[in-house]
């Protein structure tokens, strides 16, 4: 709510039978106004939200109108407003005004839970027992509260949110074979099955037929005689007849309305095509509806004869039909709808349909206008914030090589700084000398001795399974299925809730309102108990466990560690910043 | 660490490129004789050839000034040597190497004097030459046609990082790791090669340091002998002495908390106004420090 206020035309009523004086009702945070329109009547409210105990609305979905009640300690207020919305509103209005003047001794949750999203966590919480673990422990005992607990679950929740939302069922693909007769050898007729999906789907790909089934039915015909009409002009079609479609059609001027081509459907693809870019170079711009030049589309029988004109209006191609449906099917279902009233689900359909082409429309309009900047070269939009700028990898290790040098420097300090006291010459003589003295000898036999070998194999083995030791058989092998189940289970649990306090303490630095200086208050607290769950892990393990426990334990003490220390001085600053008011 | 594949070929060949170190300077003051030295390693290769008809070798000298092929195991040339004492992969090697020596020491000459005089510490071997020329050959046999051995670098290296290759020794290190060409290293020096140590690290190579170097040849025949498909089910010695932890890019201390600057992920020590990689300027630094403070971890 941007404002504190809310001004509503509304009928009050003292008791539900009262047929209501209207008036204007007005709603601020702190109490509720109510003027009579008629200024003689009595009815003049005005009552702080001290006194409203609770309020109630009627739901939107009901038969009932949009009431608001309100209850006092004698009774209650009831306001018909005009539509839901407005009912929204006030209800909104109401809550933070209920919620302000509420007893502060209740722990006054922030956020107003709906039902569901308090379904949504139990279920959660149900489901995963290490989030019901971790639940227990950080909020049961108090040291995080419900919302700062959800407020870093946000991911798991939207998770499940998207979970539920159902994917919308699109059309059937085989509208062509559904529609198809069964006729009975004997007799002469065909029958045909309909379902409301089918006449739904016939509506959405014949916007012709759609139209006609919103003028004929019930004013000149009832469905079924509709749907006769209908299949008859299908069954015409099928036959490739069209001397007799246009003898049908003449005859029967409602036939004739199903015999012809779709009008609708021409302006639509006309529309269509305007909505293409004008960039695009379209060369059958003008006479790309379809539906009517001869060349385009196959004949189902083959033939390429152009007949008539008259009779061109009864023929349809089998293209056309495989285009319209595609098209239709790939738009999807635009509504979920009740099927039993085709009367309705039409009117539905026919109003949705024109909403959309306003949306069509204003989009084109904006599209128009952003393509004219084209041709302009424009400026950029200046940032707010500073471009990204990640130097060239190769730079930085140019310029580490000076860090690389003095490292290196450093540690040959330790080694022996033998000096070159010799020149060049010596020492390539030397090796000279060293080259000649094998090509005279050959090599040493035997190359060394088998002491040396065994020695060496020995050192060898004991290197590589001591370190089989410490690290474990396999790489995946970690130190932790080394130790019993308990204290395995005890570190992962003083592990997860430790990472959980880190998060929520290291996130509400710096500290800025005094929720927060509580909150870190409280973290701290649960972060020196972890602390000394974790010391007496480290104590009461087994001798010869004892290293691989305290290994483990000792990056864990770690991070807490930083943690208070930052803690203290943090508090040392402010209360020294305190005790200078001026900041001198 | 997985090698590329080579099809139609068994999985044990290996292509083993080694670079030898052979500066003057380091072989002259080092306690371990050279000629001792040289003995195992041309055993070693010996052995290398003998494992399987298809291994090749390749020998590489680290100099001081300049690097050369010293031996390559597939081609045709050989001098067959005089006395007919051993065989040609000896000979050509030894022949080749004292060559090289001679060009070797001729380029050194203008630096000569100086070096006499006695001062600063030797001149370190360039193992970043070596290393490229590996790769390059290496290259070419990957080239060289859908059938060809699973190639690795075994670098002998004795005389101390030159931190003036460190960018070109980094340059062939990120190469050979793309390349999926471990690189092994057996260092003889006194202290550990930190630029050896991260090139195994990176590549998937072994990094090692025998301490008796009387048994050199049994360490190369137990450690650094095995192909990378047999590597899988062997286990070699890990070294466990990579710091993994992060340095800053200050002083180049490792650090276990740190400011971490958001745009380019550089880490720092202490507070600093302006990041010094990526140059973006801190928000207003309150005096509250927390407000660019991120946590880190030790690994």
């Known amino acids: 709510m941007a404002s504190g206020k809310v001004v509503k035309k509304a009928k009050y009523k003292s008791t539900v039978k009262d047929p209501g004086t209207p008036g204007i009702l007005i709603l601020t945070e702190e109490k509720l106004v109510f003027k009579p329109n008629d200024p003689t009547s009595s009815n003049k409210l005005e009552v702080d939200f001290k006194f409203i105990k609770s309020h109630k609305h009627t739901k939107e979905g009901s038969n009932k109108p949009p009431w608001l009640n309100l209850t006092h300690s004698q009774g209650s207020y009831i306001f018909e407003l005009e539509t839901f919305p407005d009912l929204h509103v006030c209800r909104e209005l109401v809550g933070i005004a209920l919620g302000k003047h509420g007893e502060a001794a209740k722990v006054v949750s922030e956020e107003q839970l709906s039902a569901a999203e308090m379904a949504q966590r139990i279920k959660l919480l149900q489901e995963d027992s290490k989030l019901q673990k971790l639940h227990k422990e950080l909020v049961a005992s108090g040291k995080l509260t419900e919302s700062e607990f959800w407020a870093t679950k946000k991911q798991l929740l939207d998770r499940d949110e998207n979970r539920k939302s159902k994917q919308q069922i699109g059309f059937k693909n085989s509208l062509i074979f559904d529609t198809k007769p069964t006729s009975d050898g004997r007799i002469n007729q065909v029958k045909f099955q309909l379902t409301p999906e089918i006449k739904y789907q016939i509506f959405a790909l014949k916007p012709a037929v759609h139209q006609a089934f919103l003028n004929f039915v019930p004013s000149k015909m009832n469905e079924v005689e509709f749907w006769n009409k209908y299949f008859k002009a299908e069954y015409l079609h099928s036959t490739k007849n069209a001397v007799a479609a246009a003898a049908e059609a003449a005859e029967d001027e409602d036939l004739a309305v199903f015999l012809k081509d779709d009008e609708i459907l021409e302006i639509e693809a006309r529309k269509k095509v305007r909505r293409v870019d004008p960039t695009l170079d379209m060369e059958a711009d003008?006479?790309?509806?379809?539906?009517?030049?001869?060349?385009?589309?196959?004949?189902?029988?083959?033939?390429?004869?152009?007949?008539?004109?008259?009779?061109?209006?009864?023929?349809?191609?089998?293209?056309?039909?495989?285009?319209?449906?595609?098209?239709?099917?790939?738009?999807?279902?635009?509504?979920?709808?009740?099927?039993?009233?085709?009367?309705?689900?039409?009117?539905?359909?026919?109003?949705?349909?024109?909403?959309?082409?306003?949306?069509?429309?204003?989009?084109?309009?904006?599209?128009?206008?952003?393509?004219?900047?084209?041709?302009?070269?424009?400026?950029?939009?200046?940032?707010?914030?500073?471009?990204?700028?990640?130097?060239?990898?190769?730079?930085?290790?140019?310029?580490?090589?000076?860090?690389?040098?003095?490292?290196?420097?450093?540690?040959?300090?330790?080694?022996?700084?033998?000096?070159?006291?010799?020149?060049?010459?010596?020492?390539?003589?030397?090796?000279?000398?060293?080259?000649?003295?094998?090509?005279?000898?050959?090599?040493?036999?035997?190359?060394?001795?088998?002491?040396?070998?065994?020695?060496?194999?020995?050192?060898?083995?004991?290197?590589?399974?001591?370190?089989?030791?410490?690290?474990?058989?396999?790489?995946?092998?970690?130190?932790?299925?080394?130790?019993?189940?308990?204290?395995?289970?005890?570190?992962?649990?003083?592990?997860?809730?430790?990472?959980?306090?880190?998060?929520?303490?290291?996130?509400?630095?710096?500290?800025?309102?005094?929720?927060?200086?509580?909150?870190?208050?409280?973290?701290?607290?649960?972060?020196?108990?972890?602390?000394?769950?974790?010391?007496?892990?480290?104590?009461?393990?087994?001798?010869?466990?004892?290293?691989?426990?305290?290994?483990?334990?000792?990056?864990?003490?770690?991070?807490?560690?930083?943690?208070?220390?930052?803690?203290?001085?943090?508090?040392?600053?402010?209360?020294?910043?305190?005790?200078?008011?001026?900041?001198? | 660490m997985p090698s590329a594949p080579s099809k139609l070929y068994s999985d044990d060949v290996s292509l083993l490129v080694v670079t030898l170190d052979t500066n003057p300077f380091f072989w002259s003051t080092f306690s371990f004789p050279f000629s001792e030295f040289l003995s195992h390693v041309l055993a070693f290769l010996n052995s290398i050839l003998l494992l399987s008809q298809l291994n090749q070798v390749v020998v590489i000298a680290t100099g001081c000034n300049s690097c050369t092929y010293l031996y390559d195991s597939s081609s045709d040339k050989s001098h067959g040597s005089t006395s007919g004492s051993m065989p040609s992969l000896y000979s050509d090697l030894l022949h080749n190497l004292e060559v090289f020596l001679a060009r070797d020491q001729q380029l050194a000459k203008p630096w000569g004097n100086a070096a006499a005089g006695g001062g600063g510490a030797p001149p370190s071997s360039l193992l970043s030459g070596s290393l490229s020329m590996a790769l390059c050959y290496i290259q070419r046999a990957f080239r060289s046609g859908p059938i060809h051995p699973q190639p690795r670098i075994l670098c002998l290296q004795g005389s101390a990082d030159g931190p003036e290759q460190y960018v070109a020794i980094m340059n062939s290190i990120f190469s050979a790791q793309h390349s999926t060409v471990p690189i092994d290293s057996c260092y003889i020096g006194s202290n550990n090669s930190a630029f050896l140590q991260q090139a195994s690290y990176i590549t998937g190579g072994i990094y090692y340091r025998p301490p008796h170097l009387d048994g050199l040849f049994q360490y190369f025949s137990t450690v650094f002998a095995t192909d990378l498909h047999s590597r899988a089910f062997l286990r070699l010695p890990k070294s466990v002495g990579v710091d993994f932890r992060a340095s800053c890019f200050c002083h180049k201390q490792t650090i276990d908390m740190g400011y971490v600057c958001s745009v380019c992920l550089s880490i720092f020590c202490e507070h600093h106004d302006k990041c010094s990689t990526c140059g973006s300027v801190f928000g207003q630094s309150q005096s509250n420090v927390a407000s660019s403070t991120n946590r880190k971890r030790k690994a």
């Open chain 1, 286 to 584: 003008q006479g790309d509806d379809y539906t009517h030049l001869p060349d385009h589309g196959i004949f189902r029988d083959g033939s390429k004869e152009i007949s008539e004109a008259q009779n061109s209006l009864y023929r349809r191609t089998l293209l056309q039909d495989l285009n319209r449906q595609g098209a239709v099917v790939l738009e999807g279902k635009t509504l979920d709808i009740e099927m039993d009233n085709p009367r309705a689900a039409a009117e539905v359909l026919a109003r949705r349909k024109q909403d959309s082409d306003a949306a069509i429309e204003d989009e084109r309009r904006n599209r128009i206008s952003k393509m004219n900047q084209i041709e302009d070269l424009q400026a950029q939009n200046d940032h707010r914030f500073a471009p990204l700028c990640i130097k060239d990898p190769r730079d930085y290790f140019d310029s580490q090589q000076a860090n690389a040098v003095k490292a290196l420097d450093d540690s040959q300090a330790g080694m022996e700084k033998t000096k070159c006291s010799l020149s060049s010459e010596e020492v390539y003589g030397s090796l000279r000398a060293s080259i000649s003295k094998i090509k005279a000898t050959g090599l040493r036999d035997p190359l060394f001795s088998p002491e040396v070998a065994l020695k060496v194999l020995n050192e060898l083995t004991k290197n590589i399974s001591s370190t089989k030791s410490h690290i474990g058989k396999h790489s995946q092998d970690s130190v932790l299925d080394i130790l019993p189940t308990t204290t395995k289970e005890k570190l992962l649990d003083q592990w997860v809730c430790s990472q959980e306090l880190l998060r929520h303490f290291w996130s509400s630095y710096p500290i800025t309102t005094q929720n927060l200086a509580n909150k870190t208050r409280r973290l701290k607290d649960a972060i020196s108990q972890v602390y000394s769950k974790l010391e007496e892990i480290k104590v009461s393990a087994k001798s010869d466990l004892r290293h691989q426990v305290s290994l483990i334990v000792h990056p864990m003490q770690q991070a807490l560690d930083a943690a208070l220390l930052h803690y203290d001085a943090d508090i040392r600053k402010r209360n020294a910043k305190a005790a200078k008011p001026n900041g001198f």
